[in-house]
Antibody, heavy 117, light 108 residues
């Protein structure tokens, strides 16, 4: 059974940093690209970042480019999102999602990141 | 960036109703359109991919159609567990992969 479990969310001040993680199981992690998708409270879904299975290709939404860094550790079946220079508008539930030919076929339960002073 | 516009933003329907909602892309995306269902407090769930292919395990009352810029999701007979928000998402070419703003299906 495919499982994705996010962790690391919490309260952080504007301008601060946070790293969130996603632990994967039930599939060959290195064979799949992965994404982060976020959802601000009461709002819709926003794609944030993509990383290929080998980490050779990475993409970012314009809203986070230069501030967020996606990475993965295939030996540990883990996905990460390093978030720097956080802003109020980054407050959201962050989901990791498995990528199968650019559709998101499995999602984690999400981790809440709150940016507030 | 490719924009997706869903309509209506919300609708009220009864159990057993046939419901259809639409997703319009700002440019042609061929058939690279996917549909997700999200219930409150839960992660989205993939329903339909490449416009009309049913994801494994999804009931056959869900169907999708369309290509180019206009797409529809139809629920042939609405069930109590189908009350949720539905999002379309385009996966055409390179990122950013965008979502529509969602259609909320509520109980009449």
């Amino acid at each position: 059974e495919v499982q994705l479990v996010e962790s690391g969310g919490g309260l952080v001040q504007p301008g601060g940093s946070l790293i969130i993680s996603c632990d994967a199981s039930g599939f060959i992690f290195s064979s799949y690209a992965m994404n982060w998708v976020r959802q601000a409270p009461g709002k819709g879904l926003e794609w944030v970042s993509y990383i290929s299975g080998s980490s050779s290709t990475k993409y970012y939404a314009d809203s986070v480019k230069g501030r967020f860094t996606i990475s993965r550790d295939n030996a540990k079946n883990s996905l990460f999102l390093q978030m720097n220079s956080l802003r109020d508008e980054d407050t959201a539930v962050y989901y990791c999602a498995r990528d199968t030919l650019t559709l998101f076929d499995y999602w984690g339960q999400g981790t809440l990141v709150t940016v507030s002073s | 960036d490719i924009q997706l516009t869903q309509s209506p933003s919300s609708l009220s329907a009864s159990v057993g109703d046939r419901v259809t909602f639409t997703c319009r892309a700002s440019q042609s995306i061929s058939s690279y359109l996917n549909w997700y269902q999200q219930k409150p407090g839960k992660a989205p769930k993939l329903l339909i991919y490449t416009a009309s292919s049913l994801q494994s395990g999804v009931p056959s009352r869900f169907s999708g159609s369309g290509s180019g810029t206009d797409f529809t999701l139809t629920i042939s007979s609405l069930q109590p567990e189908d009350f949720a928000t539905y999002y379309c998402q385009q996966s055409y070419n390179t990122p950013p992969w965008t979502f529509g703003q969602g259609t909320k299906v509520e109980i009449k």
